[in-house]
């Protein structure tokens, strides 16, 4: 008798493989036919600028998700290589997240498994620059439904070790997001440590962390996002500095965040090291020009000034133009990297238009020296508000009033020049208006030695 009953335990054990949630795992594996198919890549899916895909399309990738700790609902995120390098010029390394009609996708796409897309019938959005994957409904997507998935998501048999790519929180861009990414050396806010990942009452559906990366120059934060459903969401906040792999992604409200696969990817390294005060210098904006120079030359700058005692090195700090019209809002962001400025000296950025005769910028053909450096985003003409933003990602200085349409306002300077007076030595993060000299229209540029209005290089 006790024979036949271990005998019909074996049976009951090995009839099925499950998951440590008891959800059968489907070993069904289909190599599809490709030989009739065309391969698009990533990228071309993305750059698709109607939302319909052609017959017979096809895009394949690796699943780099898991839901088995039940930290993703409904979505599997697919990457077009298991490693950290892009595969050509043509195709960076990119990822895009599939909506399912499926709360148990690991069950069915293991982590590694390679995969292909059928992509006849979907349709894909790029809202906040996320690729997405789902059926048409009407101008939006919505879930692949749970029957439908062998047909548009078709297993290989190929499986393989994801290699997350490690960066800096600075260091991620658009082509990292729904990627599985590692960040080294962060830590959580103090004041959440010892909290529960998610489930506070304050959290709706999710839990809501910020970790932070510091060193001497800068400070960089982002969101670790947790589902109150996680099988970890009442884990505690670690008091300890952390190694972190993540899916890279944009929250329900436009901000970057982490989504950890399972709690063992995020691993304690080390003793808590809080971010001490950084004080980035008091570099200043003392001239925004618009210069007319008669037959439609482009002359326009923007001066920077240094009023402490030291040289004070440019790196991480970038100057953000603001064009804003009534129809539309866009903003120009443009890196320092590689630039310095010395102790009481100024620094000139300027348009990047040239003199075909001369081979030079308008800028150095009409002043007579060359800017620091030549930009094409330098092209405020006269309505455009300036700020200049150290590496904290904290706005120093500015000008103008950022977001706001210039045009027949006091701070206008069409074809002309806005001067920080002289006795003013400290930078400014809101516009004030009474720190400066500003000349609407100001006397035309001239090749015979230029317009003392525009005094570029002196402060």
Not at 97 to 118: C, D, E, Q, W
Not at 363 to 390: H, Q, T
Not at 393 to 419: F, I, M, Q
């Amino acid at each position: 008798m006790k024979k036949y009953i271990l005998l019909f335990l074996l049976v009951l054990m090995f009839s099925c493989v499950e998951d440590i949630h008891h959800n059968a795992i489907d070993t069904t594996i289909v190599n599809p036919d490709m030989s009739q198919k065309t391969e698009i890549t990533f990228k071309q899916l993305y750059n698709l600028h109607n939302n319909e895909i052609g017959k017979d399309t096809i895009v394949t990738g690796y699943v780099v998700s898991s839901d088995q700790q039940g930290n993703f609902y409904k979505e599997i995120f697919v990457q077009n290589t298991l490693g950290v390098s892009d595969l050509g010029l043509d195709n960076p390394r990119m990822g895009m997240r599939i909506r399912v009609g499926l709360t148990t996708t690991s069950t069915k796409y293991a982590k590694g498994r390679k995969v292909v897309i059928n992509l006849e019938g979907l349709k894909r959005t790029t809202s906040d620059d996320l690729l997405t994957l789902g059926k048409p409904s009407g101008t939006y997507i919505k879930d692949i439904l749970e029957f439908e998935l062998d047909d548009y998501i078709l297993k290989t048999d190929e499986v393989g070790i994801v290699i997350p790519k490690t960066l800096e929180l600075s260091d991620l861009k658009t082509n990292d997001l729904n990627t599985l990414v590692k960040i080294q050396e962060v830590h959580f806010k103090e004041n959440q440590i010892g909290l529960p990942f998610s489930g506070l009452p304050t959290d709706n559906y999710d839990g809501i962390r910020t970790l932070e990366f510091c060193n001497s120059k800068r400070r960089d934060t982002i969101l670790l996002e947790t589902s109150n459903f996680a099988d970890f969401s009442d884990n505690m906040i670690p008091n300890a500095q952390v190694d972190i792999t993540a899916i890279y992604n944009i929250s329900f409200d436009n901000e970057p965040i982490l989504v950890l696969n399972q709690i063992e990817d995020l691993i304690e390294i080390g003793a808590y090291a809080n971010c001490v005060e950084i004080v980035t210098p008091n570099l200043m904006i003392t001239e925004v020009a618009d210069p007319k120079a008669g037959t439609g030359e482009v002359v326009r700058y923007v001066e920077l000034y240094n009023p402490t005692e030291n040289t004070v090195s440019l790196e991480g700090w970038s100057l953000v133009r603001y064009n804003k019209t009534s129809t539309n809002d866009n903003l120009y962001s443009i890196s320092l990297d590689g630039l310095s400025i010395a102790a009481h000296a100024t620094l000139i950025i300027a348009n990047n238009d040239e003199d075909i005769v001369t081979n030079k910028t308008w800028f150095e053909a009409y002043f007579g020296f060359a800017p620091a450096m030549i930009n094409s985003n330098v092209n405020g003409n006269g309505d455009d508000a300036y700020e200049l933003v150290d590496p904290l990602n904290e706005v120093k200085d500015v000008y103008g009033v950022p977001n706001v349409d210039g045009t027949g306002l006091t701070w206008e300077y069409e074809d002309g020049v806005a001067v920080r007076k002289i006795n003013i030595s400290k930078p400014k993060a809101l516009f004030d208006e009474v720190e400066w000299i500003i000349k609407k229209d100001a006397t035309q540029l001239n090749t015979s030695g230029g317009n003392i209005d525009f005094t570029p290089g002196i402060r």
